[in-house]
């Protein structure tokens, strides 16, 4: 279509106005009685990998199969929060990551007891290039979309969920709503990070051919741990 045959069809529209009235009231979203079955069904439609944990230790267990299915030997931790619910313990003088270093914890053997060692990074494109997982705390989960919520924390890296190639988000079920309207409507703009990423499953695109990549614009595995 031609852009001179484009412009007539807008301008015809907007001399009609619009055939359908616009609603005056948000329409009712369906309630789901179970939000992390909902959740984990629309998650795993698109290739997510979840786990539930009821404690430290299986979240310890969980990391440590993830690491050893994927082969890889260390984990970026966004903060100390996150590094926490593992009950992991480390010295309590280790600084961790800020502005100008990112933390990361060595497992040579693919183990993952309940004392890491830590290790600071510089955040140069270089030292986070070599990040193999990366694990963080969702602001929230919808059970709608199946969708993650992560936001930018001060201090933090808004490349932290998608640089690694592998991926693994810690979602409390407190955090979890039904749909992207009860999220927007408990949001508070400017007041929870300078930044809100909504991931739905792993990295895909089809811009070319329409052929399905996965992993380009973001990580290729996506997991998430579903803490009760």
Request: aromatic share 8%.
């Amino acid at each position: 279509m031609s852009r001179e045959s484009m412009l007539k069809k807008i301008q015809l529209a907007e001399e009609q106005g619009p055939s359908v009235p616009l609603p005056l009231d948000i329409p009712a979203f369906p309630a789901w009685p179970d939000l992390v079955a909902k959740f984990r069904k629309e998650f795993e439609a698109l290739e997510g990998i979840m786990f539930e944990a009821s404690s430290a230790g299986e979240i310890r267990s969980i990391l440590q199969e993830i690491l050893r299915e994927n082969q890889a030997r260390s984990l970026a931790w966004e903060d100390r929060e996150v590094l926490d619910l593992t009950g992991c313990s480390y010295p309590p003088s280790f600084q961790f990551s800020s502005t100008e270093y990112f933390t990361c914890s060595l497992h040579q053997d693919g183990t993952m007891s309940d004392r890491v060692d830590l290790t600071n990074f510089d955040r140069s494109r270089e030292e986070m290039g070599r990040m193999e997982i990366s694990v963080s705390i969702a602001r929230a989960g919808i059970a709608e979309t199946g969708s993650i919520v992560e936001s930018t924390k001060e201090g933090g890296s808004r490349v932290m969920p998608i640089l690694a190639p592998i991926h693994v988000v810690l979602l409390p079920e407190s955090r979890l709503v039904g749909s992207q309207l009860d999220f927007f409507s408990s949001f508070t703009p400017g007041k929870e990070g300078s930044a809100q990423i909504i991931m739905s499953g792993a990295s895909r695109t089809a811009d070319i051919e329409k052929t399905l990549i996965v992993g380009v614009h973001g990580p290729k595995k996506l997991y998430v741990i579903l803490v009760r």
